[in-house]
């Protein structure tokens, strides 16, 4: 079982930064990837961003060059630097785990950008 803790979200502006914080109960980053999604309102979960065991990233197209997932081995910790936001980017945030442990999720972060 691997529990997932998100933080980070809030309110900004547009053009603003967040970054947000997914903590994982045990360490799984060498057996699992971990990946960062959304859901707007009304619009289904999309995938934001990436990073796999091997550190690969990838992105959605929407958020390319102003998102950035990173992560922190010692801490369990992976990241989602979120630059130049837009209010098309208002949605809860949810952390996600998948590979050998499983598939596993967080209980997501609202995340709101004013214009």
């Known amino acids: 079982q691997v529990q997932l803790v998100e933080s980070g979200g809030g309110l900004v502006q547009a053009g603003g930064s967040l970054r947000l914080s997914c903590t994982a109960s045990?360490?799984?980053?060498?057996?699992?990837?971990m990946g960062w999604y959304r859901r707007a309102p009304g619009k289904q979960r999309e995938l934001v961003a990436r990073?796999?065991?091997?550190?690969?990233?990838n992105y959605a197209d929407s958020v390319r060059g102003r998102f950035t997932i990173s992560r922190d081995n010692a801490k369990n910790t992976v990241y989602l630097q979120m630059d130049s936001l837009k209010p098309e980017d208002t949605a809860v945030y949810y952390c996600?785990?998948?590979?050998?442990?499983?598939?596993?999720w967080g209980q997501g972060t609202q995340v709101t950008v004013s214009s």
């Open positions: 990073i796999t065991t091997g550190g690969v990233t």
């Open positions: 996600n785990t998948f590979g050998g442990l499983g598939v596993y």
């Open positions: 045990r360490s799984i980053f060498s057996i699992n990837a």
